[in-house]
């Protein structure tokens, strides 16, 4: 069996989720590092057993035997790291947001086209267990026709700090890094409509909280606070091409009793909702009735990222058609995009 040999461009957080998704791999062998940090990529290397370390990603990318990679640095790199990669012929996991904005998106795609290489998105939510439950129940007509949702990603004191707040390097604030996993769910869900307008509001009026005392659970590697230029709430109303409606909610810092990560969507035939536990809402006999899929280990919200890794690695190896594909990535950050405007000319952006 030829093993596809991949490599990891940007070794802080995020990264150690792929590798661990490589590692459950047979197919798979752990081949080349890159990080701008060298004490973090030569740690990075040394503990999972990558055979090449680099600092800077053109060189990396020179190694002809490597098949894939992972772009997990921050939002201002995903762009030129994953095109240059498509240009060396590597298939690309792009982390999610795809782009710091649609422009880049469209190069990106436009690249992976002309490489005819993939160019798949870290959609992770797609891949919970969860949301394949869910889509399995809208497909076969459970929900009937969906018409509107909601989503909402609100953090109470959860700026990560470092790169995050400098809008240079992330492109914007929550709705960029956490609208656009509920963004993008929700429009997966509801097969994958097309925006066609959309109104916004953005507000940073209690900034990344550094004066709070309680530990945050997720920080940057390098989590410095010197810069934060970037929204802490982000509101949208996105309407799509069938009619549908999708209001969202997002927040690094909000004065709320406590963190939210959901979706709700609402058909003519029932409603549903992901978290805690999913659950439709319904009628039977003139009854209006709760519905919860009998609990099984296949309803945890596990397997995100294993998943993720492992639909990569199929496509490559199988040819299977990739369900995250960079279109869907153009598709969300045009919203993103537009809500961003929106919140800055105080005007519907239409499509
Ligand atoms: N899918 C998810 O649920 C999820 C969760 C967290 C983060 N992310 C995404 O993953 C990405 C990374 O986030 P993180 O939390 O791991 O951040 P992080 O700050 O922990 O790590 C980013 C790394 O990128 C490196 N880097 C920056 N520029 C580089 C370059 N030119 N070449 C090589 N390395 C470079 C940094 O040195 C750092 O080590 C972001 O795009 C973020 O949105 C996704």
Known sequence: MKKIKVGIIGTGNI???HTAGYMALDNVELYAACDINEQRVKDYARKYGYKHVFTDYNEMLKLEELDAVSVCTWNSVH????????????????????????????????????????????????????????????????????????ASYLRRNGCPGG??????????????DLGVHVIDLVRYMMGKPKPVSVTGATFNKLGDRRNIKSTKEYRASDDSEEIFDVEDLALGMIKFDNGSVLTVETSFSLNIEKNVADIELFGTRSGAKLSPELKFYSEINDYLVDVTP????????????????????????NGTECISPAEDGVEIMKILDAVYESARTGREVVL
């Open 79 to 150: 762009a030129p790291a994953s095109i240059a990669a498509l240009k060396a012929g590597k298939h690309v996991l792009c982390e999610k947001p795809m782009a710091m904005n649609t422009e880049e998106a469209l190069a990106m795609e436009k690249a992976a086209k002309e490489a005819g290489k993939l160019l798949m998105i870290g959609f992770v939510r797609r891949f919970g267990n969860d949301a394949r439950i869910l889509k399995d129940f809208i497909d076969s007509g459970m929900m009937g026709d969906i018409y509107y949702a909601k």
């Open 15 to 17: 990264s150690h989720t």
């Open 294 to 317: 009998a609990h099984d280990t296949a309803l945890s919200f596990t397997g995100l990222f294993e998943n993720e890794i492992a639909h990569f690695i199929d496509c490559i190896a």
């Open 163 to 176: 790169w995050f707040g400098d809008k240079s390097r992330s492109g914007g604030g929550p709705l960029i």
